[in-house]
């Protein structure tokens, strides 16, 4: 049968045996102006009800998007002006006001049906928000723009996209700019029982069959998604290098059936792909990456790549991590340290890791502008070193009443930042072993009496709603981190010509509320591998998936 086509890329990212390509590139928003007379518009304001810390809230969530009015089979479907706005009742300003937040940046993960006759597939529509303040009472208005998939299909007749779930990031900060404690709240939305038969936002008419579809109006049901019946048209078109993608492992999708084997969550860091793959069922050549093998395995060895971004609030900028290793040992479920409500099963494992770089805990070394002032850029090409072990901190808590999971991940890592050399007016100077960071960098620790002293923290959190796709971070599958670092003074930044340069890097990049996003890609199984689609680890057993940084 002739279908949509699924995009080349392996098969734990086609959630419920998805078929239509989800070809995710970064999609530049067209100012209103420049959209072309022959477009869809959407403009849909939906109830949704939201689970918040204190309980479920219902919500209005607006969605804005253009798409064109008709497109041929095999040519690519691109939302343009994509918005994402988000109002939360007077409850949730009064979570934020409790933490004594005066701003709040948000950042949001639009699950997108899509839907072509008896074919299915999800993406996910990310946006982002610039920090606004926190209204003194009243509702909470929340507004997005971001990367947006674009879509394409082999076949002609309607494609429909429908909103589903919602997840929302929010970053709360004092009015001193600090991060609260915590640093993160999680959000997770679902459209409300008034939304049903309105969450169709468009149907698109492909080739020359299709409908005359407008905004809202659905296609006819199609049937249950089959498991598989792919059929690729042509060789496929080289794979965009950003795409966020629907996953949840062995979770049952909303037709009750099984996803495929290891899928990810929207949110979660793509797995590396060659442009020139010529099969989807073929593993792709896993794209260049730093060594990251555990010398002494033991059956809960895993390992990971991971990067990011972290902002220096100073520079307005924000500065690359470097792809690193992450040998993990995984622990074994224990109770957890604190009582359990009522209606609620948790418990709690443990695991720590290192980072692994030529045999030191260390990330590779990176470079970054620090410094203009008007004069001439100052660089520095530096690392982060461990000063102790890193620690992986998850407990899963299943809800009774809804038989939805989640998943809080706390990652706790002691890390100073070291100087290798500086350049000042392109004269490289050099600033001897010695020049790092008083202390570790730091963040705000939600358990300081249990974790005590200076460490950076990550959170990460998954959510596994019932009869749903997971989303978030998983330990074993990958996801985004975030958190707040501090970055302390420096010291030791002495030249052979004896040049202090403390006071020099600590007005440049030190102080704190800098927002830090690193992205884990799925781990490799060191010992105990079991078959998937996928590979989940190279021939050495090293991690075969390679994440992008996301800022």
């Known amino acids: 049968m002739r279908g949509p086509r699924p995009t080349p890329r392996p098969s734990r990212v086609r959630a419920r045996g998805a078929t239509i390509a989800a070809f995710v590139a970064l999609a530049p928003l067209l100012p209103a102006a420049a959209v072309a007379v022959g477009t869809l518009k959407v403009d849909a304001a939906l109830p949704y009800v939201c689970t918040l810390p204190s309980g479920q809230q219902s919500a209005t969530v607006r969605i804005t998007a253009s798409f064109p009015e008709r497109v041929a089979v095999g040519e690519e479907i691109r939302p343009a002006d994509v918005t994402t706005t988000v109002e939360l009742p007077a409850a949730a300003v009064a979570e934020l006001t409790a933490l004594k937040a005066a701003t709040v940046r948000a950042e949001t993960r639009l699950a997108v049906g899509v839907a072509q006759k008896e074919q299915r597939a999800e993406v996910t529509w990310s946006g982002t928000a610039e920090p606004v303040a926190v209204p003194a009472e009243g509702p909470l208005v929340l507004t997005t723009t971001g990367d947006v998939p674009s879509l394409t299909t082999a076949e002609a007749g309607g494609l429909t996209l429908t909103a589903e779930a919602l997840g929302i990031d929010l970053a709360p900060s004092t009015s001193d700019g600090a991060a609260t404690t915590p640093a993160a709240l999680s959000v997770s939305c679902v459209p409300g029982r008034d939304a049903e038969g309105r969450t169709v936002l468009a149907t698109v008419p492909v080739g020359a069959d299709g409908p005359t579809g407008e905004p809202g109006t659905p296609s006819p049901s199609p049937a249950s998604p089959s498991p598989s019946g792919s059929t690729t048209v042509g060789p496929p078109p080289p794979l965009p290098s950003n795409r966020p993608a629907p996953a949840s492992p062995g979770t049952p999708d909303r037709t009750g059936k099984q996803a495929p084997k290891d899928p990810r969550s929207p949110g979660q860091p793509e797995r590396g792909r060659a442009a020139d793959e010529t099969s989807p069922g073929t593993p792709p050549p896993r794209p260049a990456a730093p ?58 494992t443990p695991s720590t890791a290192n980072l692994s770089y030529q045999g030191r805990k260390q990330t590779p070394p990176f470079t970054s502008t620090l410094l203009t002032f008007g004069f ?112 302390p003074a420096f010291k030791g930044c002495v030249t052979e010509g004896g040049e202090n340069l403390d006071r020099l890097l600590t007005a440049s990049i030190s102080g704190s509320g800098n927002y830090l996003k690193q992205m884990q890609g799925q781990t490799c199984t060191v010992l105990n591998q079991v078959p998937t689609d996928d590979p989940q680890c190279t021939e050495d057993l090293q991690p075969y998936v390679v994440p992008k940084p996301e800022r």
């Open 291 to 348: 060594p990251c093998i555990t010398e002494h395995p033991t059956p809960v060895s895993l390992s990971a790549y991971i990067t990011g971004y972290s902002n220096v609030r100073k520079l307005n900028g924000a500065s690359l991590i470097p792809l690193s290793c992450l040998l993990i040992e995984q622990g074994l479920p224990e109770p957890p340290s604190t009582p359990v409500p009522d209606g609620e099963f948790q418990f709690f």
């Open 376 to 487: 001439a850029p100052v660089t520095a090409t530096m690392v982060l070193e461990q000063t102790g072990p890193i620690t992986i901190g998850t407990l899963f808590r299943a809800i009774f009443a809804t038989g939805d999971n989640y998943l809080d991940n706390t990652v706790r890592a002691p890390l100073v930042l070291r100087v290798l050399d500086v350049e000042v007016n392109g004269v490289t100077l050099d600033v001897g072993a010695s020049c790092r960071t008083e202390t570790s960098l730091s963040s705000p620790e939600p358990e300081p009496a249990r974790y005590p002293g200076k460490h950076l923290v990550m959170l990460g959190r998954g959510y596994i709603p019932v009869g749903g796709n997971a989303q978030g971070y998983q330990l074993t599958t990958g996801g985004p981190l975030k958190g707040e670092v501090t970055i």
